[in-house]
């Protein structure tokens, strides 16, 4: 089902789009090791994963609360970058699976007047548009360009496009578990990588919706879309931007035969129709599916995910 949260690429329907043609992927080489990025060391341990909260969405799988150990590993201080995508693909020529349907989903109120009519609404949630040429490259469509955004998240990249970065850098997506124990930042059951406060003094901690969604951001926190990476404080274990800014891929499925699991919520989340900027809600999507909110974070050592 689309959601505020992503739809997926089987939610463009009966679109009228002309996808590019698929084009070969270079087989991966070594990575420079520079262009991945700082990865923090965790001890791992036991940890309460999950939760009871009122407010948030049992279906999703929340809880219950339970007990669960992860071994000691290393994760990502932050997303992956614009500037490191663009350094694995000179390297290795990927092409990502936006490119090569030739669309990929954005939020209508970022595009303009011409690339919104050339685009078409997801029929359950129309503020999401699925636009012809948008993709990692290209955030919103014909004209845009990550040229003054290199230390932003990537979006519009797949499960499977993130899985190819992990292959070529020497790294791989969290569990779902990892992801978790790693954005509570050390801290026992609470709502948010800080505390339960959602803005404590009146700081905003993270880049989230504000306003009346989905037609009015005041963007209270400095961003409509996008933040720069290490925006906000980070946490107790020094991860930025754990929740809001854009989902982050893991390895795991959502439950069984089904999608991959998402983290985090994004820069579109709003307590008043997706509060899943909370750490341990989750969501989950298509492994070939690609939106201008979701992103990743890499890891390494640990448990080998099944």
Same mark, same amino acid.
């Given at each position: 089902?689309?959601?505020?949260?992503?739809?997926?690429?089987?939610?463009?329907?009966?679109?009228?789009?002309?996808?590019?043609?698929?084009?070969?992927?270079?087989?991966?080489?070594?990575?420079?090791?520079?262009?991945?990025?700082?990865?923090?060391?965790?001890?791992?341990?036991?940890?309460?994963?999950?939760?009871?909260?009122?407010?948030?969405?049992?279906?999703?799988?929340?809880?219950?609360?339970?007990?669960?150990?992860?071994?000691?590993?290393?994760?990502?201080?932050?997303?992956?970058?614009? @500037? =490191?995508?663009?350094?694995?693909?000179?390297? &290795?020529?990927?092409? *990502? /699976? $936006? %490119?090569?349907?030739?669309?990929?989903?954005?939020?209508?109120?970022?595009?303009?007047?011409?690339?919104?009519?050339?685009?078409?609404?997801?029929?359950?949630?129309?503020?999401?548009?699925?636009?012809?040429?948008?993709?990692?490259?290209?955030?919103?469509?014909?004209?845009?360009?990550?040229?003054?955004?290199?230390?932003?998240?990537?979006?519009?990249?797949?499960?499977?496009? @993130? =899985?190819?970065?992990?292959?070529?850098?020497? &790294?791989?997506?969290? *569990? /779902? $578990? %990892?992801?978790?124990?790693?954005?509570?930042?050390?801290?026992?059951?609470?709502?948010?990588?800080?505390?339960?406060?959602?803005?404590?003094?009146?700081?905003?901690?993270?880049?989230?919706?504000?306003?009346?969604?989905?037609?009015?951001?005041?963007?209270?926190?400095?961003?409509?879309?996008?933040?720069?990476?290490?925006?906000?404080?980070?946490?107790?274990?020094?991860?930025?931007?754990?929740?809001?800014?854009?989902?982050?891929?893991?390895?795991?499925?959502?439950?069984?035969?089904?999608?991959?699991?998402?983290?985090?919520?994004?820069?579109?989340?709003?307590?008043?129709?997706?509060?899943?900027?909370?750490?341990?809600?989750?969501?989950?999507?298509?492994?070939?599916?690609?939106?201008?909110?979701?992103?990743?974070?890499?890891?390494?050592?640990?448990?080998?995910?099944?």
């Amino acid at each position: 089902m689309p959601s505020c949260c992503a739809p997926g690429h089987g939610d463009a329907g009966t679109i009228a789009l002309s996808p590019a043609p698929p084009r070969p992927r270079t087989a991966a080489v070594p990575a420079d090791r520079q262009a991945i990025g700082r990865l923090v060391e965790l001890p791992g341990g036991r940890f309460l994963m999950g939760t009871d909260d009122p407010d948030g969405f049992p279906a999703d799988g929340e809880g219950p609360v339970r007990e669960v150990t992860v071994a000691p590993f290393r994760i990502a201080a932050t997303t992956v970058t614009n @500037a =490191q995508f663009a350094a694995f693909v000179d390297t &290795t020529g990927h092409v *990502t /699976e $936006a %490119e090569e349907f030739g669309f990929s989903f954005v939020f209508g109120g970022f595009l303009s007047d011409e690339v919104a009519a050339a685009s078409a609404a997801v029929a359950a949630v129309p503020w999401w548009r699925a636009v012809p040429g948008s993709n990692w490259r290209h955030p919103e469509g014909a004209g845009s360009s990550v040229t003054t955004r290199q230390d932003h998240p990537v979006v519009h990249v797949s499960w499977n496009d @993130a =899985q190819a970065y992990c292959a070529w850098s020497g &790294t791989r997506l969290p *569990t /779902e $578990a %990892e992801w978790e124990y790693a954005a509570r930042g050390g801290l026992e059951q609470r709502r948010y990588p800080w505390g339960d406060e959602l803005t404590p003094g009146g700081r905003h901690m993270c880049n989230i919706w504000q306003g009346d969604f989905p037609t009015l951001n005041t963007a209270e926190d400095g961003w409509e879309g996008t933040a720069p990476v290490t925006s906000f404080r980070p946490n107790g274990f020094g991860l930025h931007n754990v929740v809001g800014n854009v989902w982050e891929w893991c390895a795991d499925r959502f439950a069984p035969g089904a999608g991959r699991v998402m983290r985090g919520g994004s820069y579109l989340c709003h307590d008043s129709y997706c509060n899943r900027y909370r750490v341990a809600a989750r969501s989950s999507n298509t492994p070939d599916s690609s939106t201008g909110n979701i992103g990743f974070r890499v890891a390494a050592g640990g448990a080998t995910p099944s």
